[in-house]
C-alpha cells in the first residue's frame, strides 16, 4: 500500500508528518499523522495509537495534543488517524448533527445503509492502517498500545478488550465507557449497527467486561468540570465493572479540567509515561 506525504516538519529532533491514502476499508480518501521521534537508523520502536473524540480529525491532537516531547523523549512513535471516512460521496448526518456521520464514526464497522459501503473505522483502525504503518515506519509490531479521547477512549478501550494480546497498555481522557446506556452512543449505534442492541456490545466497554473481556489495566482521566459527565461519560460505570471483575483501572478526577485539549494536553505526559513503561518492559 502506497502513501502520499501532505507535510513533514521537524519537532524535538523527529519528524512530525501528515500523510493521505487511498483506503480499501473506507473507500475514500484518509489523512493521518505519524510522529517519528529521533532514533538509530536500524531502530524498531514501540508505537502509540491515539484515537479522537466527535467532531475530530488527525490534526486536533496533532495541533493541540503536547505529546511529542514526551514522545522525543521516550522513543515513541505516536499516530493519531482520522475518526470517519470524508469525502463528497460519504452520507453524513441528515440534519448535519454534529454526534453522528462525518467527524461521528465510533470506530464500528456500519452495518445499515447507507452507513455500510464507507463507515468501516473498526477494520481500518484494527487492521488496514495497521499494516500500512508497518510497511512504512520503523516500528515494533510486538510493542503497542492504545490512547484516546471521548469517542476516541470508546476505541481505545474496546480494541484494547478485543486485542488484549496485540496492545500492552490502553488508557483514555474522558471516554464514553457504556455507549449503550447514553445519548451520544445509543443515537451512533443506532445508526451504524440497527435497532438490535445484542450487536451493540461489541462496542462498549462495560458490555465487554460484562462479557468476559480482560485486559492488563486503564489508565483513566476525567475532567470534573466536563460538561459531557453525568449524561454521556459516566466513569462510575467502569469503575463497578473493573472491579467486579478484577480489572485493574487507575481512574482519576482532575478538578476544574473540562472536555477540551487543554485537559488532554495537561496530562498527556502523565499517560505517555504510563504507556512507555509498559511497552520498554
Known sequence: MTIQTVSTNKSYGGVQGVYRHASLATGTDMVFSVYVPPHASDARLPVVWYLSGLTCTHANVTEKGEFRRACAELGLIFVAPDTSPRGPDVP???????DFGLGAGFYVDATQ?????????????????????????????KRQSVMGHSMGGHGALTVALRNPHRFRAASAFAPIVAPSQVPWGIKALTGYLG?????????????????????????????????????????ELLQEACTKTN??????????????YYFISTFMGDHLHWHAARLTA
Open 92 to 98: 453524513g448526518d441528515a440534519n448535519n448533527a454534529y
Open 195 to 235: 435497532p438490535n442492541r445484542d450487536t451493540w456490545r461489541n462496542h462498549d466497554t462495560v458490555a465487554l467486561i460484562e462479557d468476559g473481556a480482560k485486559f492488563s489495566g486503564f489508565l483513566v482521566d476525567y475532567g470534573d468540570a466536563d460538561n459531557f459527565l453525568k449524561e454521556q461519560l459516566k466513569p
Open 113 to 141: 445503509e447507507p452507513f455500510a459501503r464507507n463507515y468501516r473505522m473498526w477494520s481500518y483502525v484494527t487492521d488496514e492502517l495497521p499494516k500500512l504503518i508497518a510497511e512504512n515506519f520503523p516500528v515494533d509490531v
Open 247 to 260: 480489572i485493574p483501572l487507575t481512574l482519576r478526577r482532575q478538578v476544574g479540567y473540562d472536555h477540551s
